[in-house]
């Protein structure tokens, strides 16, 4: 009971915080392994797991392919085993996680969850007393990581942590101290959510009249505040020269928007001429090589073109489909449908899958896999839970 416990706090420091250090996610990998050795228990494989072992297997060969093809790969072999290795780790601990919380039951995942919200509580907290009014991280390096996870615990924290008491004020608590991280993308993201539950076709239509005559009627006076006139500005540029707009000593663009927008349109032209993928860390060495001309410059591109710095697409889910190509698209796609056929029965694992898939297109620092996984794992423990009190009835 002891030892359950110990592990519950573990791993819900594991999913609430990026303290995703190899050997820790190893170690416990091989406390699951060993467990169900000495238990004699006859491994069977879920459909999700079978599938998360694939994305190891086609991401692997994948990457060899793409070294034996291309020199500049080849050149950036090491990079490439690097790469493979963490992506590995990541999945083998995901599944460790799912293979270990199947033998729980739906109270104890809830409840881990609700640690992982607590413990971000009070550091937030402390920040919050400290900080005030620089934006808080949490147990986050910084706070775009914090507004991934509370993306992804935002309803299942609203929807499933709301007895006893103590869960429900927590939860609350987080939900409001969450605003304090100050992320844009995570306002804009939770309210793109909402509507898919609160809005009918007909609301939207009529929100978007709505905003478009405040938008017609007091465009001068938005334009006076400057944080909403240099996004125009940002937008104006990259409409209208594309890539070679984004330049930071020319047209002072933040050199954070430069790095992110030419990272996902990069991807996106990866993803175009390499469907197939090019596997996990391959894109460190497309970029520079295919991207070199398209006249974005800042301090930090720059020296990603020069290779002092590593590329990466900057999102978790971009980085999965170059990796993978047309397989992880349609892997991906097929898991949107399983959440989308039970968004009725249980709307807010549909709604996390959204917001999870959304923050993954935009941020690349927390474990991805590893949240999939928990919303699986929730999934399954919810239909079980009804067939449990289905035949409670006969």
């Keep these: 009971m002891a030892l359950d416990k110990l592990i519950q706090l573990y791993l819900a420091l594991m999913i609430g915080s990026v303290f995703n250090i190899g050997p820790l996610y190893l170690a416990f990998v091989a406390f699951v392994l060993a467990g169900r050795m000495f238990a004699n228990e006859k491994i069977g494989w879920s459909k999700i797991e079978l599938q998360f072992i694939f994305i190891i297997l086609i991401g692997m060969l994948l990457s060899y392919a793409y070294i034996i093809r291309y020199p500049e790969a080849y050149q950036d072999s090491y990079n490439i085993y690097l790469a493979n290795r963490k992506v590995i780790i990541e999945i083998l601990f995901a599944l460790a996680v799912y293979n270990y919380l199947k033998f729980q039951d739906l109270d104890y995942i809830t409840q881990t969850l609700f640690f992982a919200i607590l413990f971000n509580t009070i550091v937030g907290t402390i920040e919050v007393v400290l900080k005030f009014p620089n934006r808080i991280s949490m147990l986050f390096p910084e706070p775009s990581a914090a507004g991934y996870f509370y993306l992804f615990i935002f309803f299942i924290a609203l929807n499933k942590l709301k007895e006893p008491p103590l869960y429900n004020y927590v939860s609350k608590y987080f939900m409001v101290l969450g605003l304090a991280i100050g992320s844009k993308a995570q ?46 500005r940002v937008f104006e540029l990259y409409w209208q020269k594309g890539l070679a707009g984004l330049r930071s000593n020319e047209y002072g663009v933040w050199g954070t928007y430069v790095t992110r927008i030419s990272a996902i349109e990069g991807a996106i032209k990866c993803i175009i001429e390499h469907p197939f993928g090019i596997g996990f860390g391959g894109f460190n060495s497309w970029f520079p090589t295919n991207m070199a001309d398209a006249g974005f410059s800042s301090e930090e591109t720059d020296e990603i073109l020069q290779g002092i710095l590593y590329a990466s697409p900057k999102s978790n889910l971009f980085e999965f489909f170059v990796a993978t190509g047309v397989f992880g698209i349609a892997l991906y796609i097929s898991w949107f449908i399983e959440f989308w056929k039970i968004r009725k029965k249980y709307e807010y694992l549909f709604q996390s899958f959204v917001t999870l898939t959304l923050a993954s297109a935009f941020i690349e620092l927390n474990p991805m896999y590893l949240y999939i996984m928990i919303l699986f794992i929730l999934k399954e423990k919810e239909e079980e839970r009804e067939e449990e009190l289905e035949e409670s009835k006969e």
């Design 187 to 232: 306002i804009i993201l939770l309210f793109f959510v909402g509507m898919l539950k609160y809005f009918t076709p007909l609301k939207v239509l009529g929100y978007i009249i709505f905003v478009s005559t405040i938008l017609y009627l007091f465009w001068d006076d938005l334009m006076k505040i400057e944080a909403i006139k240099y996004n125009v």
